[in-house]
């Protein structure tokens, strides 16, 4: 295979001896003009082709399977050695971790040259006539290499002028095992997707692209591989964007006042030092500077040995929530819980609860709590909220910005965040004149599970409580943190990573997104020590003034 060719059809040296330029071609079957008008048939009456040179489907969505796509092996060879040689950049938010070369729209490198002008002159004018869309002669390409535990979860890659998405492997033998599949989702009725329905596997030299929609999610599942890398080229045709449905709003998570129920409670369940009032008075202080707390050993150990009995035993009735580009995760219904975590879930939401928080944050979570305007420093309070929002995986906080870990982004590939929840100012209103509310879940987080920041959340003053169990032993790097950033901003300002028995306390506000990362395969490593556990779990509440 490595042996020195003559020459090959479709690579070739020309131009002046003082600078060379390299050449190549694209499959010759494919742009054969009888192949060509049964593509473009099939593309216009939207029906499959198979044929050994091109593979078009339109489940779940019109996309195309190319494989050999470029002739010539040498030509691939000095292509994948140009681009290893790049420099390559961690890419990471709430949607994604991969490396990323620059643009590839200037880079001088002979190969990496010849194949711009293939696809963005050659293959967009063969891609023109089929698709009978007049694509615009945009440059945008780029260079990714997905290792172990990198993913790329479900979105629709739509962005004003994309029309045709392409991805070009240059991977080595390769298959479903290792991860790093094209996952297509199918659509709900109102076009949010659904579940996976097909898995395209990485192959050298196969071209994949497909038409950029309202419907076209997709993502890239975890590499699970620890020696291979999965190398690939990928960009956008640009043109004249498709029509979007109306937006669709999820409807509201219900918000209930606390249920009555005396501070008998908190000493049934609460660790007695936390409800020392001079101590309390301390939280409210560090709270007050930091707009957040981690309260350790919150509830008494014999409680909390409860609860994790309850949780360990399997005898909660799971349901997974999505849909996968806004979240996936599994939420206990409340039903058929047993009455230690039914308990549990009663404590978050009693009076007594509410009181106990406003002392320890200084909000007006309860009657008796003291209001804005009994408070010296009134004029200040705009400022404490630890900024950045939206409210449910995607939220907002109060008070100076906490000293926090690494740089997140914070938009989710399609960044369409002009759009906004259509309502913020009766909201407001609805707010000072509304009692204190609640709303909260059990929820259990395992390999795969994430939840990502997106559009039409909504944007209000919030006071996030998380208590977690079942995290021994838990790392940072298998994901599953909750990580707080500014809206607008790549800049993170907290994250809260899982600890047994820990209550996080987190205000936010309307500048604040928040996200649950991704949970990768490294977590699989918990099974060493705790075989039959997977994953860990949290009561997760939202408390709103």
């Known amino acids: 295979m490595n042996g020195k060719r003559p020459a090959e059809p479709g690579l070739g040296l020309t131009g002046k001896k003082r600078k060379k330029e390299l050449t190549a071609e694209f499959s010759h079957a494919v ?28 489940d779940p969505f019109l996309h195309c399977v190319i494989p050999n796509f470029m002739q010539s092996q040498n030509f691939l060879e000095g292509l994948q050695k140009e681009l290893l040689n790049l420099d390559f950049h961690e890419k990471y938010n709430d949607l994604y971790k991969f490396q990323q070369s620059d643009d590839l729209k200037k880079r001088k490198e002979p190969h990496i040259c010849a194949l711009r002008k293939i696809l963005f002159e050659d293959f967009r004018a063969w891609l023109s006539d089929i698709s009978k869309i007049d694509l615009e002669s945009t440059i945008d390409m780029s260079c990714a290499k997905y290792e172990f535990s990198d993913a790329l979860l479900c979105h629709d890659d739509e962005l004003e002028g994309r029309r045709i998405a392409f991805i070009l492997y240059l991977v080595p033998s390769w298959d479903s095992s290792l991860g790093g599949t094209l996952d297509l989702y199918s659509v709900d009725e109102h076009f949010q997707p659904k579940q996976i329905v097909k898995s395209l596997i990485p192959s050298w030299n196969t071209l994949v692209f497909f038409e950029v929609s309202p419907v076209s999610f997709h993502q890239v599942s975890e590499v699970l591989s ?96 999505g849909p996968p580009n806004k979240r996936f995760y599994e939420k206990a219904e409340e039903s058929t819980l047993p009455d230690t975590l039914k308990d549990c879930m009663a404590l978050f939401r009693s009076e007594a609860l509410f009181l106990l928080l406003s002392n320890f944050t200084g909000l007006k979570l309860h009657f008796l709590a003291p209001s804005e305007e009994d408070e010296i420093e009134d004029t200040t309070e705009g400022e404490a909220a630890l900024a950045p929002d939206n ?28 759009q906004t929840d259509p309502e913020p100012p009766e909201n407001e209103a609805q707010k000072e004149s509304s009692v204190p509310t609640c709303q909260g879940e059990l929820r259990h987080w395992k390999t795969g599970h994430y939840t990502l920041i997106h559009d039409n959340s909504k944007t209000e003053f919030a006071l996030d409580l998380l208590l977690y169990c079942g995290c021994e032993g838990w790392e940072p790097e298998y994901g599953g943190f909750t990580s707080y950033i500014a809206k607008g901003e790549d800049e993170e300002l907290l994250t809260v990573n899982p600890e047994n028995n820990s209550l996080a306390l987190v205000y936010r506000d309307r500048e604040t997104l928040k996200f649950v990362k991704h949970i990768n395969h490294r977590s699989l490593e918990e099974k060493k020590t705790f075989p039959n556990r997977t994953g860990f779990w949290d009561f997760s509440f939202v408390y709103y003034e």
């Open 391 to 418: 409210t449910e995986e995607g939220t907002s906080y109060s008070s100076s910005e906490p000293k926090s870990t690494q740089v997140a982004t914070g938009n989710n590939s399609q960044q369409k965040n002009e």
């Open 226 to 321: 620890e020696e291979k890398s999965r190398l690939s080229i990928s960009g956008w045709f640009h043109g004249p964007s498709l029509p979007r449905p109306p937006n669709y709003f999820e409807p509201l998570i219900p918000r209930s006042p606390h249920i009555p129920q005396d501070h008998e409670i908190l000493y049934d369940w609460i660790n007695p030092t936390y409800l020392d009032m001079e101590y309390q008075i301390q939280i409210q202080d560090e709270f007050e500077e930091r707009s957040e707390i981690l309260l350790k050993e919150f509830l008494k150990p014999e409680k909390f040995a409860e609860v994790c009995e309850a949780l360990e035993k399997g005898d909660v009735k799971w349901s997974s929530r």
């Open 31 to 58: 742009s054969e003009e009888i192949l060509k008008k049964q593509v473009a048939e099939a593309w216009s009456r939207k029906t499959p082709l198979r044929h050994e040179a091109i593979v078009m489907d339109m």
